[in-house]
Each structure stands twice: as structure tokens, then as C-alpha cells.
T-cell receptor
Framework: ETGVTQTPRHLVMGMTNKKSLKCEQH?????MYWYKQSAKKPLELMFV???????ENNSVPSRFSPECPNSSHLFLHLHTLQPEDSALYLC?????????????FGSGTRLTVV | GIQVEQSPPDLILQEGANSTLRCNFS?????LQWFHQNPWGQLINLFY???GTKQNGRLSATTVATERYSLLYISSSQTTDSGVYFC???????????FGPGTRLSVLP
């Protein structure tokens, strides 16, 4: 256990469904991140939150909607996804978004869109 | 943005062997980290190494920032070392890690 917990571990959803991924950190970090890891592609940064404010959004389609209600929790709301969105979604946290000190990943949610 | 290359893409070792993984990057960096992703998908931070050399048990890393490369050494490899090793620099203009394509290591018993 790294201190960053992601749920669920696995998710299968239809293209018309709405679901949410959850990430929780107990490390006292101020920055949280969502990454997408597809087969045969490098990790792609999707969103960065620092002190609950979104500081980066790397041209992610609007069918992915992040939410950071406090510095310990991060959600990724999913709706009308496409099969190519199937991937491992990883959450990470760090002390802050400038130094990235203590960068820690969760175990990921493996998403399959059918 | 910064470009990151890693070599070799795949590596198969017998248990007990040593190996060197290489990361080349295209621009100056103010941060560089090495991560290990185990076969179950968990990514672990191995080293923060923007320059110089660090050692942690059987692993060590060296970054030569002026020549834009970093090396990860694994000595006396074990089956638990299997997985994918990622190099992730942050360039002097950016704020976030840019992950390389990774080196997939398989250590056979």
C-alpha cells in the first residue's frame, strides 16, 4: 500500500454509462494527478490539481470530467466513453506541483469500455 | 516539449545478472525520476536524480545532465525486479513529468 488508494480496481462500462473513478491519498500532499496508460503508449498526463485548483488540463476530451473536493480526494467522472478510452487510469500525488517531492502513484483502475 | 528515449525497449536476464538501462532526453532538466511498474501495474518511485549518482541497495542511478542522459544500474537481478522501468524528466520550461516509453525487464529464475 503506497498511501494512494484508487477504487475500483477494475471497471467495465458501456458507452452510454456514467461512472466515476475515485482516488484518495493519506500522505498530506497538496497536488494530485490523473494519468492514462494505454497499451504501447507512454503514460499521458490528463489533469493536475494543486490545492484543489485545477492547474493543468492536457487537451482531454470533455467526456472525462475531474473533480477535487479537497486535497485528499480526486475523482474522474466518465460519460459516453469510446472503446479507445479503455486503459489503465492512474492517480498520483506529491507534496506540491512544483518540486514533485514524494511523487506517489496509486495501483490504478483498469477500465474497459464495451 | 522534451523528448525522451529509453533503451533497450526489452531486456531478458537470468537471475543474478547485472544490467544497465539508459534514458536520453532532448533538453535541459531540473528534475528526473526513475519509476518501476510491477507486473500488476503499480508504479514505484525509485530515484529522484536530476544530476549525480545515487544508490539504493542493488539499484543505482547516474544522471549526466550536461550530456542529457541518465542510467539505471541493476545488480544481482531478482525475479521481483521484473516489470517496466520508466524515466521521467521535467524540463526547465515545463511543470510536469514526461514519461519515456519504458524498458520492459524480465528476470528469469
Amino acid at each position: 500500500e503506497t498511501g494512494v488508494t484508487q477504487t475500483p480496481r477494475h471497471l467495465v462500462m458501456g458507452m452510454t454509462n456514467k461512472k466515476s473513478l475515485k482516488c484518495e491519498q493519506h500522505l498530506g500532499h497538496n497536488a494530485m494527478y490523473w494519468y492514462k496508460q494505454s497499451a504501447k503508449k507512454p503514460l499521458e498526463l490528463m489533469f493536475v490539481y494543486s490545492l484543489e485548483e485545477r492547474v493543468e488540463n492536457n487537451s482531454v476530451p470533455s467526456r472525462f470530467s475531474p473533480e477535487c473536493p479537497n486535497s485528499s480526494h480526486l475523482f474522474l467522472h466518465l460519460h459516453t466513453l469510446q472503446p479507445e478510452d479503455s486503459a489503465l487510469y492512474l492517480c498520483a500525488s506529491s507534496q506540491d506541483s512544483d518540486t514533485h517531492y514524494g511523487y506517489t502513484f496509486g495501483s490504478g483502475t483498469r477500465l474497459t469500455v464495451v | 516539449g522534451i523528448q525522451v528515449e529509453q533503451s533497450p525497449p526489452d531486456l531478458i536476464l537470468q537471475e543474478g545478472a547485472n544490467s544497465t538501462l539508459r534514458c536520453n532526453f532532448s533538453d535541459s532538466v531540473n528534475n528526473l525520476q526513475w519509476f518501476h511498474q510491477n507486473p500488476w501495474g503499480q508504479l514505484i518511485n525509485l530515484f529522484y536524480i536530476p544530476s549525480g549518482t545515487k544508490q539504493n541497495g542493488r539499484l543505482s542511478a547516474t544522471t549526466v545532465a550536461t550530456e542529457r542522459y541518465s542510467l539505471l544500474y541493476i545488480s544481482s537481478s531478482q525475479t521481483t525486479d521484473s516489470g517496466v522501468y520508466f524515466c521521467a524528466p521535467v524540463d526547465n520550461y515545463g511543470q510536469n513529468f514526461v514519461f519515456g516509453p519504458g524498458t520492459r525487464l524480465s528476470v528469469l529464475p
